[in-house]
């Protein structure tokens, strides 16, 4: 495969996941949550993590980091990984 149809399936991803980020706009209570989902999906996606790699490595479900993406749930463990794999820091969001 040419470096061409990498880029262009990379560009798919990330219109489908900008997408998925902004279909989820109204369901917020918060424009932080918000956010903070978008910031971890553009930072899982530029990094090739996936829910299920999460999920292994934090040993939990993959619906249950869908939740703690979403800002649902709060785990210490994953605000560890955030700011550890992630560089993810509050302060900038």
Request: proline content about 0%.
């Amino acid at each position: 495969m040419g470096k061409r149809e990498e880029n262009a399936k990379r560009k798919l991803k990330l219109k489908a996941l900008f997408e998925k980020i902004d279909n989820g706009k109204n369901r917020y209570k918060s424009h932080f949550l918000h956010r903070r989902e978008a910031r971890i999906r553009f930072g899982m996606f530029c990094r090739g993590y996936s829910q299920k790699t999460v999920a292994k490595w934090l040993k939990i479900s993959e619906s249950y980091v869908a939740r703690l993406i979403n800002g649902e749930r709060y785990s210490k463990a994953f605000e560890k990984w955030l700011k550890d794999f992630l560089d993810f820091d509050y302060r900038f969001i």
